[in-house]
Protein backbone atom coordinates (compact mmCIF):
# COMPACT_ATOMS: atom_id res chain seq x y z
CA UNK A 1 0.00 0.00 0.00
CA UNK A 2 0.91 3.12 -0.33
CA UNK A 3 5.00 4.09 -1.41
CA UNK A 4 5.17 0.05 -1.16
CA UNK A 5 3.50 0.17 -4.78
CA UNK A 6 6.08 2.60 -6.12
CA UNK A 7 8.98 0.45 -4.48
CA UNK A 8 7.30 -2.87 -6.64
CA UNK A 9 7.92 -1.07 -9.67
CA UNK A 10 11.16 -1.88 -9.65
CA UNK A 11 10.68 -4.86 -9.89
CA UNK A 12 7.84 -4.89 -12.43
CA UNK A 13 9.89 -6.72 -15.26
CA UNK A 14 6.70 -6.52 -17.31
CA UNK A 15 6.53 -2.41 -16.95
CA UNK A 16 10.19 -1.82 -17.81
CA UNK A 17 9.52 -4.17 -21.20
CA UNK A 18 6.41 -2.22 -22.00
CA UNK A 19 8.70 0.51 -21.76
CA UNK A 20 11.05 -1.28 -23.94
CA UNK A 21 8.17 -1.71 -26.65
CA UNK A 22 6.90 1.31 -26.37
CA UNK A 23 10.73 3.29 -26.93
CA UNK A 24 11.15 0.83 -30.30
CA UNK A 25 7.67 2.01 -31.54
CA UNK A 26 8.18 5.22 -30.99
CA UNK A 27 11.83 5.80 -32.83
CA UNK A 28 10.02 4.30 -35.76
CA UNK A 29 6.63 5.95 -35.57
CA UNK A 30 7.30 9.46 -34.70
CA UNK A 31 9.64 10.31 -37.78
CA UNK A 32 7.55 8.30 -40.32
CA UNK A 33 4.52 9.99 -38.81
CA UNK A 34 5.72 13.43 -39.17
CA UNK A 35 7.25 12.67 -42.59
CA UNK A 36 4.12 11.28 -44.13
CA UNK A 37 1.94 13.37 -42.84
CA UNK A 38 4.05 16.33 -44.33
CA UNK A 39 4.59 14.90 -47.98
CA UNK A 40 0.96 14.00 -47.82
CA UNK A 41 0.09 17.59 -46.61
CA UNK A 42 2.07 19.10 -49.72
CA UNK A 43 0.84 16.90 -52.01
CA UNK A 44 -2.84 17.36 -51.02
CA UNK A 45 -2.18 21.83 -51.02
CA UNK A 46 -1.32 21.10 -54.98
CA UNK A 47 -4.01 22.42 -57.19
CA UNK A 48 -5.09 19.59 -59.40
CA UNK A 49 -8.33 17.82 -60.04
CA UNK A 50 -9.92 15.80 -57.57
CA UNK A 51 -7.45 16.84 -54.77
CA UNK A 52 -10.19 17.25 -52.26
CA UNK A 53 -11.19 13.65 -52.87
CA UNK A 54 -7.29 12.44 -52.26
CA UNK A 55 -7.69 15.01 -48.73
CA UNK A 56 -11.29 13.23 -47.82
CA UNK A 57 -8.85 9.84 -48.52
CA UNK A 58 -6.20 10.51 -46.37
CA UNK A 59 -8.57 12.16 -43.13
CA UNK A 60 -11.38 9.42 -42.93
CA UNK A 61 -8.96 6.96 -40.86
CA UNK A 62 -8.83 9.35 -38.40
CA UNK A 63 -12.59 9.99 -37.76
CA UNK A 64 -12.74 6.45 -37.68
CA UNK A 65 -13.06 4.12 -34.03
CA UNK A 66 -9.92 3.03 -33.69
CA UNK A 67 -11.28 0.01 -32.13
CA UNK A 68 -13.09 -1.37 -35.56
CA UNK A 69 -10.58 0.37 -37.52
CA UNK A 70 -8.06 -2.41 -35.57
CA UNK A 71 -10.94 -5.46 -35.84
CA UNK A 72 -10.62 -4.77 -39.66
CA UNK A 73 -7.21 -4.60 -40.11
CA UNK A 74 -7.07 -8.18 -37.63
CA UNK A 75 -9.03 -9.51 -40.26
CA UNK A 76 -6.50 -8.09 -43.34
CA UNK A 77 -3.51 -8.94 -41.31
CA UNK A 78 -4.48 -13.03 -40.84
CA UNK A 79 -1.86 -15.06 -41.91
CA UNK A 80 -4.11 -17.61 -43.26
CA UNK A 81 -6.52 -15.76 -44.94
CA UNK A 82 -6.42 -12.20 -44.98
CA UNK A 83 -6.30 -10.22 -47.51
CA UNK A 84 -2.41 -8.23 -47.53
CA UNK A 85 -1.08 -12.19 -47.36
CA UNK A 86 -3.40 -12.85 -50.07
CA UNK A 87 -2.06 -9.67 -52.43
CA UNK A 88 1.46 -11.10 -51.81
CA UNK A 89 0.72 -14.75 -52.20
CA UNK A 90 -0.47 -13.39 -55.89
CA UNK A 91 3.17 -12.18 -56.84
CA UNK A 92 5.17 -14.93 -55.56
CA UNK A 93 5.52 -13.52 -51.99
CA UNK A 94 5.02 -15.74 -49.09
CA UNK A 95 3.68 -12.85 -46.05
CA UNK A 96 4.60 -13.57 -42.58
CA UNK A 97 2.48 -14.49 -39.56
CA UNK A 98 2.07 -10.60 -39.39
CA UNK A 99 0.59 -11.01 -35.71
CA UNK A 100 2.22 -14.30 -34.32
CA UNK A 101 5.36 -12.97 -34.86
CA UNK A 102 7.16 -10.55 -32.51
CA UNK A 103 9.09 -8.32 -35.44
CA UNK A 104 5.93 -8.02 -37.68
CA UNK A 105 3.63 -7.72 -34.94
CA UNK A 106 5.26 -4.69 -33.61
CA UNK A 107 4.98 -3.65 -37.49
CA UNK A 108 1.54 -3.85 -38.17
CA UNK A 109 0.80 -2.01 -34.66
CA UNK A 110 2.94 0.79 -36.18
CA UNK A 111 1.59 0.56 -39.49
CA UNK A 112 -1.89 0.81 -38.14
CA UNK A 113 -1.43 3.73 -35.70
CA UNK A 114 0.52 5.46 -38.69
CA UNK A 115 -3.01 5.13 -40.64
CA UNK A 116 -5.09 6.15 -38.02
CA UNK A 117 -3.45 9.28 -37.20
CA UNK A 118 -1.99 10.52 -40.54
CA UNK A 119 -4.30 12.53 -41.59
CA UNK A 120 -5.38 14.34 -38.64
CA UNK A 121 -1.44 15.46 -38.68
CA UNK A 122 -1.98 16.08 -42.66
CA UNK A 123 -4.49 18.28 -41.73
CA UNK A 124 -2.55 20.37 -39.36
CA UNK A 125 0.81 20.45 -41.73
CA UNK A 126 -1.87 21.97 -44.58
CA UNK A 127 -2.57 25.14 -42.12
CA UNK A 128 1.16 25.22 -41.54
CA UNK A 129 1.47 25.28 -45.53
CA UNK A 130 -1.30 27.78 -46.04
CA UNK A 131 0.69 30.44 -43.55
CA UNK A 132 3.46 30.58 -45.62
CA UNK A 133 3.85 33.67 -47.59
CA UNK A 134 3.69 33.01 -51.27
CA UNK A 135 6.13 35.70 -51.67
CA UNK A 136 8.58 33.83 -50.97
CA UNK A 137 7.92 30.89 -53.48
CA UNK A 138 7.27 33.64 -55.83
CA UNK A 139 11.10 34.83 -55.17
CA UNK A 140 12.81 31.33 -55.08
CA UNK A 141 10.88 30.43 -58.45
CA UNK A 142 12.50 33.76 -60.25
CA UNK A 143 15.77 32.59 -58.51
CA UNK A 144 15.36 29.30 -60.57
CA UNK A 145 15.08 27.08 -57.71
CA UNK A 146 13.36 23.67 -58.13
CA UNK A 147 10.32 22.18 -56.63
CA UNK A 148 12.61 20.09 -54.29
CA UNK A 149 14.80 22.88 -53.33
CA UNK A 150 11.60 25.39 -52.23
CA UNK A 151 10.44 22.61 -50.20
CA UNK A 152 14.23 21.83 -48.46
CA UNK A 153 14.83 25.92 -47.84
CA UNK A 154 11.23 27.33 -47.65
CA UNK A 155 8.31 24.65 -46.76
CA UNK A 156 10.36 22.88 -43.81
CA UNK A 157 12.20 25.39 -42.14
CA UNK A 158 8.75 27.46 -41.99
CA UNK A 159 6.85 24.58 -40.45
CA UNK A 160 9.09 24.57 -37.49
CA UNK A 161 6.93 25.37 -35.20
CA UNK A 162 3.66 22.55 -36.60
CA UNK A 163 6.78 20.46 -36.29
CA UNK A 164 6.92 21.01 -33.03
CA UNK A 165 3.35 20.29 -32.50
CA UNK A 166 2.89 17.93 -34.70
CA UNK A 167 5.94 15.90 -33.33
CA UNK A 168 4.75 16.59 -29.31
CA UNK A 169 1.70 15.18 -29.80
CA UNK A 170 2.43 12.14 -31.58
CA UNK A 171 5.14 11.45 -28.84
CA UNK A 172 2.08 11.51 -26.00
CA UNK A 173 0.26 9.54 -28.88
CA UNK A 174 2.71 6.59 -28.88
CA UNK A 175 3.14 6.37 -25.31
CA UNK A 176 -0.44 6.08 -24.99
CA UNK A 177 -1.12 3.57 -27.57
CA UNK A 178 -3.67 1.01 -26.06
CA UNK A 179 -6.49 0.27 -28.95
CA UNK A 180 -4.44 -1.26 -31.72
CA UNK A 181 -2.09 -3.65 -29.39
CA UNK A 182 -5.14 -4.48 -27.38
CA UNK A 183 -7.22 -5.56 -30.80
CA UNK A 184 -4.29 -6.73 -33.10
CA UNK A 185 -1.91 -8.90 -30.79
CA UNK A 186 -3.11 -8.82 -27.27
CA UNK A 187 0.27 -7.31 -26.12
CA UNK A 188 1.72 -11.06 -27.46
CA UNK A 189 3.39 -12.94 -28.51
CA UNK A 190 5.28 -13.03 -25.29
CA UNK A 191 4.76 -9.06 -24.89
CA UNK A 192 6.69 -8.09 -27.34
CA UNK A 193 4.26 -5.70 -28.37
CA UNK A 194 2.19 -4.91 -24.96
CA UNK A 195 2.33 -1.36 -24.28
CA UNK A 196 2.26 0.78 -21.13
CA UNK A 197 -0.93 1.78 -21.17
CA UNK A 198 -2.20 -1.59 -21.84
CA UNK A 199 -0.31 -3.20 -18.30
CA UNK A 200 -1.86 -0.25 -16.80
CA UNK A 201 -5.04 -1.26 -17.58
CA UNK A 202 -4.16 -5.17 -16.88
CA UNK A 203 -2.84 -4.51 -13.57
CA UNK A 204 -6.30 -2.52 -12.42
CA UNK A 205 -9.36 -3.84 -13.86
CA UNK A 206 -7.81 -7.67 -14.89
CA UNK A 207 -5.59 -8.05 -11.73
CA UNK A 208 -7.65 -5.22 -9.68
CA UNK A 209 -4.54 -4.26 -8.11
CA UNK A 210 -5.80 0.11 -8.10
CA UNK A 211 -3.02 1.47 -6.01
CA UNK A 212 -0.43 -0.53 -8.10
CA UNK A 213 -1.80 0.74 -11.31
CA UNK A 214 -2.39 3.78 -10.22
CA UNK A 215 2.19 3.86 -9.35
CA UNK A 216 2.52 2.83 -12.83
CA UNK A 217 0.08 5.69 -14.51
CA UNK A 218 2.16 8.39 -12.46
CA UNK A 219 5.52 6.98 -13.61
CA UNK A 220 3.84 7.20 -17.31
CA UNK A 221 2.69 10.87 -16.57
CA UNK A 222 5.92 11.78 -15.64
CA UNK A 223 7.92 10.17 -18.66
CA UNK A 224 5.14 12.00 -21.13
CA UNK A 225 6.23 15.44 -19.46
CA UNK A 226 10.28 14.53 -20.16
CA UNK A 227 9.83 13.51 -23.20
CA UNK A 228 7.34 16.50 -23.60
CA UNK A 229 10.35 19.07 -22.41
CA UNK A 230 13.09 17.17 -24.54
CA UNK A 231 11.18 17.45 -27.70
CA UNK A 232 10.64 21.12 -26.54
CA UNK A 233 14.21 21.53 -26.05
CA UNK A 234 15.43 19.75 -29.20
CA UNK A 235 12.73 21.73 -31.52
CA UNK A 236 13.05 25.34 -29.97
CA UNK A 237 13.29 28.30 -31.99
CA UNK A 238 16.73 29.66 -32.62
CA UNK A 239 16.84 33.36 -32.69
Keep these: MGLDNFKRLMDDAILWQTFRNVGLLTLFYVPLMIIISLLLAVLVTQPFRGVTLFRLAFYMPTVTSAVAASIVWLWMLNSEYGIVNQLLKYVGITGP ?59 FPMLRPT ?57 LTLTILIFTAINFKINQSKD
Excluded at 205 to 218: I, K, N, P, V, W
Design 163 to 219: TLLVSTMTIIGALQIFDQAYVLTQGGPANSTKTIVYHIYTTGFEQLQMGFASAQALV
Design 97 to 155: AWLSESGPAMASVIAVTLWLGVGGNMIIYMAGIKGIPAQLYEAARIDGASAFKQLIHIT
